[in-house]
């Protein structure tokens, strides 16, 4: 799928989840994954450039593998991160139209995922050895 439309359909999803409408808290610590997800993406700006990020999947020419920080846990962790904070949001208003787009950006963004893992794998000697030892989105987990 065209890396483009990937992002698209992510922040078509995003956008309909911030689009207000009738809803019940499911849970009342909603907000503690926001946290989390603010602080980790602070973690992640921490051990990697601004320039090494890229909102498709392609690898820019001057990328390089980072291995530190939360990158020693997951492969993907900006992508944990927008999951985990469009979660806390799904779960501040909880309806069925959230709970949809937010399947769909899970989607998108581990086809994106996969797609970078190709990639990274053509890109970087390393790449491999990397993703043996490290969980691709969740950390121990998956």
Known sequence: MNSLVLVGIQFLAIFVIMIPKSSIMIIPFWWVLLCIATVTALWIFAHNRVGNFNVVPEIR???????????????????????????GIVLWHFNVINVLALCIMIVAVSLKAFKEEKLWSNHHEDYLAYKKRTKMIIPFIL
Do not use: C, E, Q, W
């Not at 020419?61 to 020693?72: E, H, M, Q, S």
């Not at 992508?79 to 979660?87: C, E, G, H, R």
């Open 61 to 87: 020419d001057n990328a390089k593998l980072i291995v530190t920080g939360p990158y020693r846990y997951v492969r993907h962790p900006m992508y944990s991160s927008l999951i985990l904070f469009v979660l």
